[in-house]
Nanobody, 122 residues
Framework: QVSLVESGGGLVQAGDSLKLSCAASGRTIGNYAVAWFRQAAGQGREFVAVGRWSSGNILYGDPVKGRFTISRDNAKNTVYLQMDNLKPEDTAVYYC???????????????WGQGTQVTVSS
């Protein structure tokens, strides 16, 4: 079974960058789709990005296109989310998730990390 742990969140100013990490343990995530979602206070879980590198598929949510980049380090069994030009509306708890299906829907993923808080001040 795969376990996921996110890290890298913090408090930044608008326009800054952050890089989140999603470290997997238990088994390789090589054949999984790994996605990032976020949840702002009082809101539902929002799709951010997903990658399935075995098939070369990557997809981004519209609010983050051109600003966020999802990537993977096979040797470290870790997926990253590079977030540039951050905006106050990016403030949320960010979760990574892994699953067999390449999907932008949260209910398509059965393995979740605990989340990491990102706060962007104006």
């Amino acid at each position: 079974q795969v376990s996921l742990v996110e890290s890298g969140g913090g408090l930044v100013q608008a326009g800054d960058s952050l890089k989140l990490s999603c470290a997997a343990s238990g088994r390789t995530i090589g054949n999984y789709a790994v996605a990032w979602f976020r949840q702002a206070a009082g809101q539902g879980r929002e799709f951010v990005a997903v990658g399935r590198w075995s098939s070369g598929n990557i997809l981004y949510g519209d609010p983050v296109k051109g600003r966020f980049t999802i990537s993977r380090d096979n040797a470290k069994n870790t997926v990253y989310l590079q977030m540039d030009n951050l905006k106050p509306e990016d403030t949320a708890v960010y979760y990574c998730a892994a699953g067999e299906i390449f999907s932008r829907h949260a209910n398509g993923y059965r393995i979740w990390g605990q989340g990491t808080q990102v706060t962007v001040s104006s």
